[in-house]
């Protein structure tokens, strides 16, 4: 369930969001979302949970990446009814992962 | 509820669990933490959310800081118990926050 990403340098693309409404439409636009996302050039992998704040992390291996996934139309239009209809507030970040570690039983 | 971080550059370090068991210390502690942290110096906010995963990002004005308070006494504590209890993995990932941009409504 963590992303097996691959040992630093790379990026991560931090996206927090309050949400207003939801609907089917919001669904199937996260599912297919994930999926197009999955491949995409660059793309290492992600995280993502919910409660009061949702949280999305994806990997990349550059920032071209991260820029073509940006503007993949399917992706803009979906960025487009986020602002309109889906989120009070969000906030993408755009990182350099310069470390990691980790632990697994 | 989204962290009121200030212009890029600052820090976010990213932290993924997955959580094996879950008991009244746990959650004693994660409050404790999460209040410890509001008072390190360099500390700029966090968000957090848990559903199969959890995804607590935490933002800070340097890698200082975030070396102090990963080096702090009970930080220290709750880290171990952590491997030793709570999780069944957990990745922490340091990284620069380059560049961000939200929407509020």
Known sequence: MLAPTPKPP???VIFT????????DYI????????????QKGY??????REDVGIT???WKDLESIKNWKAQSDHLLAQQ??????????KTRVCLVERD???ER
């Open 44 to 49: 290492l992998g992600h995280e993502s949970a």
């Open 10 to 12: 790379y990026y991560a």
């Open 17 to 24: 969001s309050i949400r207003t409404s939801y609907d089917q």
């Open 101 to 103: 570690y980790g632990f």
């Open 57 to 59: 992390v994806s990997y």
């Open 28 to 39: 199937e636009t996260a599912i297919k979302m994930e999926h197009l996302a999955s491949l």
């Open 81 to 90: 009814k986020g602002r309109e209809k889906w989120y009070a507030a969000f």
